[in-house]
């Protein structure tokens, strides 16, 4: 592997770079997620790694695996920054939830709705952060998930396509009120949604 490109993926947060990983290796096999198949025929493996298929190489492979890792890098780079457990216990809460939401809208992949959580996450935490959108436009960063979930319909010709970036939108949205205005204006204080518990952080070493 070229010096740059090992530079490169080790200067990637840990926990995005496992995600980008694990997304690039499972790109040679579809693994979509079945409430069935998971949990009536014990292939329970397939709720686990739906999440880093991204599908075959394409230009919307390309789009989700680009806005996926730069957003999710910049996320655990400013607020997740030494907290990789708590960073962890984010993605892992908002995993769950998508797998409830799954079947409600018939969603077999969860990689692209779970992608736009920290897209949507970072976003409404860098409110007057402008964003060029491929040197064209540029909007203020809260319109950033809308522009992709437009984008991803006109790419896919079809909004049941962007119908997964949509639930991913809600998503975070709920984990971004929970983290954010719930513990701080409501509860005054640090919540399980708002941080991983004792036993996830001694996982990573983050005690």
Known sequence: MPVGVEAWITQIPPITRAWLGLSVLTS?????????????????WRAVLNFFYFGPISLDYVFHMFFFMRYSRMLEESSFANKKADYFWLLFLASVMLLGFSPLFNLPFLSSPLAFVPIYIWSRRHPSTPISLFGLITITAPYLPV????????????????????????????LWFMND?????????????SEAPDRVKRLFGDE
Do not use: I
């Not at 205005?181 to 949604?193: M, P, Q």
């Open 181 to 193: 205005v719930w513990t701080r204006e409501l509860v005054g204080g640090h919540t399980f949604l």
């Open 28 to 44: 040679l096999a579809v693994l979509y997620y079945s409430p069935k198949a998971a949990f009536v025929n014990m292939q329970a």
């Open 147 to 174: 522009a992709l979930v437009a984008f991803s319909w006109v790419l896919n010709g079809t909004w049941k396509a962007a119908a997964g970036d949509l639930v991913g939108c809600a998503v975070g949205h709920v």
